[in-house]
C-alpha cells in the first residue's frame, strides 16, 4: 500500500527530508582510554580514532606487530622502568645486513614497534614516558615517512639493531629527554644511530643522552661491532641540537643536500674517534648553503672535529672548549 500525502504537506516534508540529508555526520569523539594489556593496547592505537589519548599503564607489553597510530594520538606511558614495550618472542624480523637510511620503499615496516606510515597525514602525534626494548630483535622503535609534529620525549631506547626514531621526509620533530643506548647491536648497519632521518625542517633534539653498552655506565667504543651515531641526518632546514650527552663514536653527521640554519650547542661530545668517527661531517661534493653554528659545546675529541668534503658555506665554530689528547 502506498502512502499519499495531501499536496499541501508534500513540500514540507520533502524539504525536511533534504535539509537532513545534508546535515553533516556527527563528529568522532576523541577518547581517553587507559590500558594494561598488550591487546588492549594494540586494539587502542591501532582501531582507535584521530585525537585519542592512550595512557599505558605500568607493565611490560609484549607486542606482536607494529603499532599504527592515528593524526594526534597521544600515547604515554606511566614513566621510565614502569612502563615497557617490547617484541614477543615471536616478532623477529630478518635483520638486513645494511639498511638504506633514506629509501622508504625499502623500509622493512614490521621490523619497527610504532610504526607511524608513508604520507597519510599522520601528522600531531606525542609519545612519551616508557622505556621501548628492541631485545636485539626489532630494527628501530619509532619510524614514519613524510610526518609532522611528531614529538617523543622521556622514553629509555635500547637494543635495537638499527636505531631509535627514524623520520624520512617531514617537519617540526620533537625529541627531547630520551635516553638511547645500543643501537646498532650486532653491527648489523654502518649507519646505525639514536636518531637518524632525511630531508627534515624545524626539528628540535634536545637534552638526550646517547651511549654504548649499559644505561647510565659509557664502556666506549669497540664494545659494538658497527658504528653508532647520535644523530644522522641527510638534510637538516632550521634544525637545533643542543645540551644533549652523545657518547659514542660519531656525535653529529649532516651530510649532502644542502643543510640551512642548523644550531648545535650546549652539548657534550665525547669520543668521536679519528677515521672511525667524527663529530661533524659532510661527505659530498655538494655545497650547504648554511649558516650553520657549533658554539658552547664541551668536546672530548680523540679524532676529527670537522671533517668535510666539498664547500661548506657560512660554518662558524665558536665558544668551544675541546680536549684534542695528544696520543689520539
Known amino acids: 500500500m502506498t502512502t499519499k500525502f495531501p499536496p499541501f504537506l508534500s513540500k514540507p516534508i520533502l524539504r525536511c527530508i533534504l535539509t537532513l540529508l545534508m546535515l553533516p555526520s556527527p563528529a568522532v569523539v576523541a577518547a581517553t582510554v587507559t590500558v594494561s594489556t598488550a591487546s588492549e593496547l594494540a586494539t587502542a592505537v591501532n582501531d582507535g580514532s584521530a585525537g585519542d589519548t592512550i595512557h599505558v599503564a605500568a607493565g611490560t607489553y609484549a607486542l606482536t606487530a607494529p603499532l599504527k597510530p592515528k593524526a594526534n594520538m597521544t600515547i604515554n606511558g606511566a614513566g621510565i622502568s614502569k612502563t615497557m614495550l617490547q617484541p614477543a618472542a615471536s616478532w623477529k624480523p630478518a635483520k638486513a645486513e645494511r639498511i638504506e637510511p633514506i629509501n622508504w620503499d625499502r623500509v622493512n615496516k614490521e621490523a619497527y614497534l610504532f610504526n607511524l606510515g608513508s604520507n597519510n597525514g599522520t601528522h600531531h602525534v606525542s609519545i612519551s614516558d616508557m622505556e621501548i626494548n628492541g631485545l636485539k630483535q626489532l630494527h628501530g622503535a619509532i619510524a614514519g615517512h613524510v610526518i609532522n609534529h611528531l614529538t617523543v620525549s622521556n622514553i629509555y631506547f635500547h637494543d635495537f639493531t638499527f636505531c631509535g626514531v627514524r623520520i624520512v621526509g617531514g617537519s617540526n620533530l620533537l625529541v627531547r629527554g630520551c635516553e638511547f643506548i645500543n643501537m646498532a647491536v650486532e653491527g648489523m ?80 661530545l665525547d669520543n668521536p674517534r679519528s677515521e672511525a668517527g667524527s663529530m661533524l661531517s659532510g661527505w659530498t661534493s655538494d655545497p650547504a648553503s648554511g649558516p650553520t653554528r657549533m658554539h658552547n659545546n664541551l668536546i672530548n675529541n680523540l679524532g676529527r672535529v670537522l671533517g668535510d668534503i666539498g664547500l661548506y658555506n657560512n660554518l662558524m665554530f665558536y665558544n668551544n672548549h675541546v680536549k684534542a689528547p695528544a696520543n689520539a
Do not use: M
Open 189 to 268: 648497519d654502518p649507519e646505525a644511530g639514536a636518531v637518524v632521518f632525511a630531508w627534515l625542517s624545524d626539528a628540535e633534539f634536545c637534552h638526550n643522552r646517547i651511549f654504548f653498552a649499559t644505561r647510565g655506565k659509557y664502556y666506549g667504543a669497540g664494545v659494538n661491532a658497527g658504528n653508532f651515531y647520535g644523530f644522522k641526518g641527510r638534510q637538516l632546514k632550521k634544525g637545533r641540537i643542543h645540551h644533549n650527552t652523545i657518547r659514542v663514536n660519531f656525535s653529529v653527521e649532516l651530510p649532502f643536500d644542502d643543510n640551512v640554519d642548523v644550531e648545535i650547542d650546549h652539548n657534550l
